[in-house]
């Protein structure tokens, strides 16, 4: 209880988010997939109902801690470290079960996660040498294309499904293109950091 009190509330709103994903993977796998099915084509039922409303009140305590954060001059160092934590942890968990149940295709969901990996090296070996990089315009792309595919996805691509247009496929690989690119200026910028000596 201590602990909790001594949170500023953007901090709050991030360990929050943290204890809300292990919640959406119990609710993922526990509930049968084809429980109270809503759209039987897009295989949209109660479970994945769920998990869509947990990952979009996630998804929005992401955007309000760090507006709160900034606005509020609340930002702290345990913010900065927890904050990345707990958004690769929803987002690429979440992929992870989409794979486990083959809702989503497991090469762009591989290259988004080995990226995520590299780039987490290359800032931290940065931030060891005192350089900070925020992210940029194509990471942050690559954060909305990704939570626009993993909605759609849970909704079983619907409306698009009745269309016969694979669009929560293709978001899915637009946001590894990107997250791809987005890597390597990253690498670009950082690489120094780590291969000054060899």
């Not at 942890?89 to 979440?94: F, G, H, I, K």
Request: with cysteine.
């Amino acid at each position: 209880m201590n602990f909790w009190k001594q949170l500023n509330l953007p901090n709050k709103l991030t360990v929050l988010r943290m204890v809300m994903v292990p919640v959406l993977w119990i609710v993922y796998l526990c509930i049968p997939a084809d429980w109270l099915l809503m759209s039987k084509e897009a295989g949209f039922g109660l479970r994945n109902l769920l998990a869509l409303l947990l990952f979009a009140a996630a998804s929005i305590t992401d955007l309000l801690d760090g507006k709160i954060a900034r606005s509020r001059h609340l930002i702290t160092s345990f913010g900065k470290f927890l904050d990345p934590i707990a958004d690769k942890m929803l987002v690429n968990s979440t992929l992870i079960l989409l794979v486990y149940t083959h809702s989503a295709a497991v090469l762009p969901v591989l290259l988004m996660i080995s990226r995520d990996l590299v780039v987490d090296g290359l800032r931290l070996s940065a931030a060891s040498k005192g350089k900070v990089v925020s992210a940029g315009f194509p990471g942050k792309l690559k954060t909305v294309l990704q939570m626009i595919s993993i909605i759609l996805l849970l909704m079983g691509n619907w409306p698009f499904v009745y269309l016969h247009f694979p669009l929560a496929q293709i978001t899915l690989w637009a946001a590894a293109l990107v997250s791809l690119y987005s890597g390597w200026i990253y690498f670009v910028k950082l690489r120094k950091y780590v291969m000054e000596s060899m």
